[in-house]
């Protein structure tokens, strides 16, 4: 198996439990590691700097942009949100692998520079439902919930970029098939040309032995 980590890009709604099934995922399976962002945006009640966000102001936001220091960056309701570099690719190389929860832009920019990327969105089982989980959150106004909700029919239009859809339904049905689909993203030939050399060189030497 290839022992590098994958970068796991999740993409969905606002709302739609993206953190929900990340924290699900990582309690349950060892093998996958959570890319910390910065972003501009204040700390919701309950978040921790270094945990949930690194909570940056704008001029270190540019700073670190224009230092190359980010894989990716977008701005999302008036604020901005990136992912620093090294920290990815050192967990990268620990083999890990890195889930990247980020907005549609990011994605794409992920998409473009890391080809190699696991792409998955994942939607609400309805419009309402989505609007339930905002709301339930409590973690917004309802300006903001409004203005997330609008920004997700924009989002929708871009679902179409990623290789894998799920359905955030069931929480530990979508974890499972989560969980499953990167099993299988590990298993793809094109991430095992060394193990396939290696069984090529095994057998050849082998038949050799044999004769
Ligand atoms: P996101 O990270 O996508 O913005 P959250 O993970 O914060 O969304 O989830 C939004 C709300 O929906 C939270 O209150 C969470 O507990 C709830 N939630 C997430 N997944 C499910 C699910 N499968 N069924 C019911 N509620 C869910
Ligand atoms: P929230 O404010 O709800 O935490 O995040 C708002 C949106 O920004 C979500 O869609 C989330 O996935 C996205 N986001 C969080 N971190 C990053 C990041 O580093 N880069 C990008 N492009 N989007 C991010």
């Not at 890195?98 to 309805?126: D, N, R, S, T, W």
Request: aromatic fraction near 8%; hydrophobic fraction near 35%.
């Amino acid at each position: 198996m290839n022992k590098r980590g994958l970068i796991l890009v999740i993409s969905g709604f606002s709302g739609v439990g993206k953190g929900t099934i990340v924290r699900r995922l990582m309690e349950k399976y060892e093998n996958y590691a959570l890319s910390v962002s910065v972003t501009t945006r204040p700390p919701r009640e309950g978040e921790v700097h270094g945990k949930d966000y690194f909570f940056i102001s704008e001029e270190e936001f540019s700073a670190m942009e224009k230092e190359g220091r980010l894989m990716e960056w977008a701005g999302y309701v008036g604020r901005h949100y990136g992912t620093p570099r090294d920290y990815v690719f050192r967990r990268l190389d620990e083999g890990k692998d890195m889930i990247l929860e980020i907005e549609v832009q990011g994605a794409l920019q992920v998409k473009e520079k890391y080809p190699e990327a696991v792409l998955v969105f994942v939607a609400p089982p309805g419009a309402a439902v989505l609007k339930e989980r905002l709301l339930g959150r409590g973690t917004e106004s309802i300006e903001q919930v409004e203005k997330r909700l609008l920004r997700a029919v924009e989002e929708a239009e871009a679902m179409e970029v990623y290789e894998y859809l799920l359905v955030n339904d069931e929480l530990e049905t979508c974890v499972e098939e989560l969980h499953r689909l990167m099993q299988c993203e590990h298993r793809r030939t094109n991430r095992n040309r060394e193990l396939m050399e290696d069984i090529k060189l095994d057998l050849k030497r082998f038949v050799e032995g044999e004769q």
